[in-house]
């Protein structure tokens, strides 16, 4: 237990959830588990160096890569980790002193049981100190230096640049890389809004009303009052184009909505507290685990209206055709409008991943429209950028149905409101 003394537990905790994070797991949900166990300041370093490694991962490599004369690919998981932790302290953070980063790299390399690698990565990161290399400096390629300086596959740059141009591509990669603000709602069914601001002024918050959508709030410091109130169910931690969705569905008191992909709860739990709870509000999702967290939250918030099912939105559904006065589909994406949260999608899409998921999307969107009542309407959101998953689906799917005409279609960019990417379009049936 000794070696572990040496370690910072932010920087520990940094390396474990990394680790994890190779191998297929979601920061957001390791960071999530690991923050009880954590001080505060700790939480918040672990925060920065996990995220950070993430965004920054390319330009991390290509320095590593220059001064090892080898791919990255060929070093073990567990030294590329400790490699990435040690150069992102020292290339950006500032207050992190060198002999911190560098030591406390090579103990993690040690702890990981790969000592005979220990000299390799203090004499890397030793030099790197010595040395200013900058990997951007070192490519001609436009297209493959936007990818090295904002960090992202050489790949989806193109795509994006073929989609919106180059220089909204740059600019929607370089708002990836920015720590997003912490956006909250009030959860009206258990909270009174200028209480809850109150009490967040008075812990230091500073506060700024959503410029995206009515009734939410950007907010930063006050972190540990964040979690009080969260814990309590006054709020709801959940960016604002996610809020959005649930605005532009507008459930009413009376009617009855089905939200086909519900988990993790977020649109569902904000559709049943706008209606003052007296919306009937099905919330359909096949898994079982995610399901957990639906009820979780909505009993939190002390919402009846809320009732969950266990569903396969791709498959024959168990309701009448037209039973619902409103249906969201919130389709399950690629996530590209989230890069700034989950940092670590970038580098699990593949050119490949798209067709598939757009397959599916379509194949939910043939299942929704028919359970929308003559005179209903039918909401269709993703939290990607892509068009072939936004509105490529809504037209391959509605452009032909006579039954349905588009009411708005709504996007939010990173670079341009400062939300997350979100697609939102709804259609109105009149027959």
């Not at 990981?112 to 070192?138: C, G, H, K, Q």
């Not at 009448?320 to 590209?336: H, I, N, Q």
């Amino acid at each position: 237990m000794a070696k572990f003394k040496e370690i910072s537990p932010a920087r520990l905790a940094a390396f474990n959830i990394l680790q994890q994070v190779e191998t297929g797991a979601f920061s957001s949900v390791l960071l999530a588990a690991d923050e009880p166990r954590l001080q505060p300041a700790d939480r918040a370093l672990c925060h920065e160096l996990v995220l950070g490694v993430l965004r920054w991962q390319l330009r991390l490599d290509r320095i590593v890569e220059h001064f090892s004369k080898r791919r990255i690919e060929s070093l073990d998981p567990a030294v590329r980790i400790a490699l990435r932790l040690g150069l992102y302290q020292l290339r950006y953070l500032t207050r992190i002193p060198a002999s911190a980063a560098v030591n406390e790299s090579v103990s993690l390399v040690r702890i990981a049981r790969l000592s005979s690698a220990t000299a390799f990565v203090n004499a890397l990161l030793r030099r790197a100190i010595r040395e200013e290399y900058d990997p951007v400096a070192a490519v001609s390629d436009p297209l493959e230096r936007i990818a090295v300086e904002t960090s992202h596959p050489v790949w989806l740059i193109d795509r994006w640049a073929k989609s919106f141009a180059m220089d909204e591509a740059e600019s929607l990669a370089l708002a990836n890389n920015l720590v997003p603000p912490t956006a909250f709602r009030i959860v009206s069914t258990k909270a009174n809004e200028s209480k809850v601001l109150a009490k967040l002024s008075a812990a230091g918050a500073r506060l700024e009303s959503s410029e995206v959508v009515e009734g939410a709030w950007r907010v930063s410091a006050a972190t540990a009052m964040l979690r009080e109130l969260s814990a309590a169910g006054e709020i709801y931690l959940q960016d604002e184009a996610s809020q959005l969705v649930a605005l532009i569905v507008d459930a009413k008191p009376g009617e009855r909505v089905l939200d086909l992909c519900a988990a993790p709860g977020g649109k569902t739990t904000l559709m049943a507290d706008r209606s003052g709870d007296r919306a009937m509000i099905v919330a359909g999702d096949r898994s079982a685990t995610r399901m957990v967290t639906v009820v979780t939250t909505m009993r939190l918030h002390g919402l009846g209206s809320v009732k969950p099912v266990l569903l396969d939105a791709t498959e024959q559904l168990p309701f009448d055709p037209g039973a619902f006065d409103k249906v969201l589909v919130d389709a399950p994406c690629s996530g590209t409008g989230t890069l700034r949260r989950n940092p670590e999608i970038r580098w699990r899409l593949s050119p490949g991943d798209f067709a598939p998921l757009s397959e599916q999307q379509k194949q939910i969107l043939k299942r929704a429209v028919e359970m929308v009542k003559p005179g209903g309407r039918l909401i269709y959101s993703t939290c990607s950028v892509e068009t072939d998953e936004n509105e490529q689906v809504i037209h391959d799917v509605l452009a032909s149905d006579a039954r349905f005409r588009s009411v708005t279609t709504v996007r939010t960019w990173p670079h341009r409101e400062g939300s997350d990417g979100f697609f939102v379009a709804a259609f109105e049936r009149w027959g």
